[in-house]
């Protein structure tokens, strides 16, 4: 077992891409990355891992006003009567 979990370290180290290990025993998931990008992803330590996130700071989602409702015949008619104002002749 810590001669798998050192190739994938090593293996990890030479691509610096992020593995996910899953215990077969409890079926937990972990993350495993260098200490620098785990530093910077906490930015500079200033975040609590211990602190929930207050959901009250979190803008709620404005949604959009609700559009006027035209139905597809009415749009239809008013294309076609906008269409028939204008006639192009050709120029020779």
């Known amino acids: 077992m810590a001669s798998l979990l050192q190739k994938i370290i090593s293996m990890a180290r030479k691509t610096g891409h992020r593995c996910i290990i899953v215990d077969s025993?409890?079926?937990e998931a972990f993350v495993l990355m260098d200490?620098?990008?785990y530093?910077?992803?906490?930015?500079n330590g200033s975040?609590?891992?211990?602190?929930?996130?207050?959901?009250d700071k979190?803008?709620?989602?404005?949604?959009?006003?609700?559009?006027?409702?035209n139905h597809p015949q009415k749009l239809s008619?008013?294309?076609?009567?906008?269409?028939?104002?204008?006639?192009?002749?050709?120029?020779?």
């Open 25 to 27: 025993v409890s079926e």
């Open 35 to 37: 200490f620098v990008s």
């Open 39 to 43: 530093e910077r992803m906490l930015g």
């Open 47 to 55: 975040l609590s891992l211990t602190t929930p996130l207050a959901a």
């Open 58 to 69: 979190i803008e709620p989602e404005i949604a959009p006003p609700p559009a006027a409702e």
């Open 77 to 92: 008619e008013e294309r076609l009567l906008e269409d028939e104002r204008f006639y192009l002749e050709p120029i020779d």
